[in-house]
């Protein structure tokens, strides 16, 4: 089965702080993505890697910014924790030409 | 902009009886679509896929049909169980592109 674990499942943090999401996938896939879920909102893409060290930018990448440093690893990072970033955060990963396999996501708060 | 949209927010079905969710895309270079159940909780978990090139494809207790002329999919479960009371979204990407596109999703709810 293919697992792709995200490293909290509820985080709270400050406004201000610099936050990090990690997501580790262990079928070898070549792409990872980052969304955020909000109601009413759906699956919101804020950057894909098709390949280690290569990022893209998805729908709504203002405020973040993402690292991919091995093949296996996709982190999100948020500089600077606003409150309109608190949301429901999913990693996925993918074969080349596959489906998408999702994390169980981080629900991230900010105070 | 052209998106994927599901027909109904919300269905109720009686525990045994078979399910069909429906959903329809607007972009027609789309060739490659994907269903996900999304439980309470947890993460969307892939279902079942179809590429543009079959009209029909069968999983366990699951079958996807696609009509590319009228741009539909459809997710059929055969005798429903509790456990499949969830959000079902499908999804939709267009050949050599990354990105998936997501339709608002269908909440399934299974009465005993």
């Known amino acids: 089965d293919v697992k792709v674990t995200q490293s909290s499942r509820y985080l709270v943090k400050r406004t201000g702080e610099k936050v990090f999401l990690e997501c580790v996938q262990d079928m070898d896939h070549e792409n990872m993505f980052w969304y955020r879920q909000d109601p009413g909102l759906g699956l919101r893409l804020i950057y894909f890697s098709y390949d280690v060290k290569m990022k893209e930018k998805g729908d709504i990448p203002e405020g973040y910014s993402v690292s991919r440093e091995k093949k296996e690893r996709f982190s999100l990072i948020l500089e600077s924790a606003s409150t309109s970033q608190t949301s429901m955060y999913l990693c996925?990963?993918?074969?080349?030409?596959?489906?998408?396999?999702f994390g169980d996501g981080t629900r991230l708060s900010i105070l | 902009g052209e998106s994927v949209g599901l027909h109904l927010p919300t269905l109720s079905v009686q525990e045994g009886d078979n399910s069909i969710i429906n959903c329809a895309y607007s972009n027609s270079a789309s060739d490659y679509f994907i269903w996900y159940k999304q439980e309470s909780g947890k993460g969307p978990q892939f279902i079942i896929d179809?590429?543009?090139?079959?009209d029909k494809r069968q999983g366990q207790r699951v079958t996807v049909l696609l009509n590319k002329t009228v741009k539909h999919l459809s997710l059929q479960i055969a005798a429903t169980q509790p456990g499949d009371s969830a959000v079902y979204f499908c999804a939709e990407r267009e050949t050599n592109d990354y990105k998936l596109s997501f339709g608002a999703g269908t909440t399934v709810t299974v009465r005993a």
């Open positions: 996925a990963s993918s074969p080349q030409g596959g489906p998408q396999h």
């Open positions: 179809i590429r543009s090139n079959m």
